[in-house]
């Protein structure tokens, strides 16, 4: 285990940003990560808990710690006639997870297939897909406080899950880094096909009884059609989260725009951030190497040398134009550090 100095970034996020951090470790275990802590003094000064890089934004080099972590492993650490529990240390890849899961015909993650990161990661905030969320088939994870170096397990209520969100980006922002997950997974798996998408998927295919093996493959076909591979152009995803109106402002906006896209939330209503993107002229819009992808106006990409902060200039000129044309604002899903 090493404490790198000045160590390139551009790796180590789904935007291909080039950044430095000052310093870099990776923990393959709870002591490494306890025995770095001590060495650098890290928790009391600057740094940051990396995963896969998936979510995050670097607008100028780090100058702390970054630790990434990467504790591997997984297994099963109850039993009932329905369900599985699955434990999974923080490093796991989430895709490979669902893989796995899928393999043993434990049902509940495939529809979150083939999203990015890690598994340390997903709860934070709550990766959602296809109409499930991680809190449908979460049980428990395990944290380390930073300050005092005690473990403490969250249950499901305690980690406070809403859209694309959770306890650890509000009052436990940076205060734990989550060491391990267990998931509730089911022996007779509940095939979702909510999503009208997923459904129009397997329908195309000819698929009317889909087991999780289908569900799992129509997600990934779906998946590559629409988003753009970040080993091909530089992104994280969706850049911004759908906005929640109330039914007031959603009437405002349906009398002006017939066509809005819209979904029943149980805050009020969502809007499709994309579609507000789109209808503002910005599909496809580039600011040089930053753009809005042609395909899905949700996700901004790094088309080659962009730097964060040309990112974030373009991410203030869509929500100017979405606020002035829509008077709806928007706010990031992404990390920006
Ligand atoms: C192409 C693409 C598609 C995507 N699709 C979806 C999607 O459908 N649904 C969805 O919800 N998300 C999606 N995302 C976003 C992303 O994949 C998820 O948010 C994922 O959970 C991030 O994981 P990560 O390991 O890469 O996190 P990182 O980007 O490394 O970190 C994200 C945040 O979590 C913190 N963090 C990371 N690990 C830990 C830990 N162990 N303990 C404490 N804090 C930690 C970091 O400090 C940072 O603040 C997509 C991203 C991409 C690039």
Known sequence: MQIIENFSLQEYNTFGIQAYA???AQAGTTDELLYISQQTGMFKKPHLVLGGGSNILFTKDFDGTIIKISMRGMEVVDESASNVYLNVNAGENWDDLVEYCVQQSWGGLENLSL??????SSPIQNIGAYGVELKD???SLEALHKQSGQKKTFTAQECKFGYRDSFFKREGR???????????????PAIN??????????????????DIHDIREAVIRIRRSKLPDPVAIGNAGSFFK???????????LSEAFPDVVSYPDKNGIKIAAGWLIERSGLKGYRLGDAGVH????????????AKGSDIVKLA????????ENFGVGLEAEVNIV
């Open 22 to 24: 000052k310093f870099f």
């Open 115 to 120: 999203i990015p990161g890690q598994t340390g």
């Open 137 to 139: 088939h979460f049980h």
């Open 174 to 188: 940076d205060q734990y880094i989550i060491l391990s997950v267990t998931f509730i997974l089911d022996k007779e």
């Open 193 to 210: 096909t909510s999503y009208a998408a997923l459904a129009a998927e397997l329908q195309k295919g000819g698929i009317t009884q889909p």
């Open 242 to 252: 759908n906005p929640v109106i109330n039914t007031e402002q959603y009437k405002r």
């Open 294 to 305: 042609e395909k899905q106006a949700l996700v901004l990409v790094n088309y080659g040398n």
């Open 316 to 323: 203030e000129m869509i929500r100017c134009s979405v606020m």
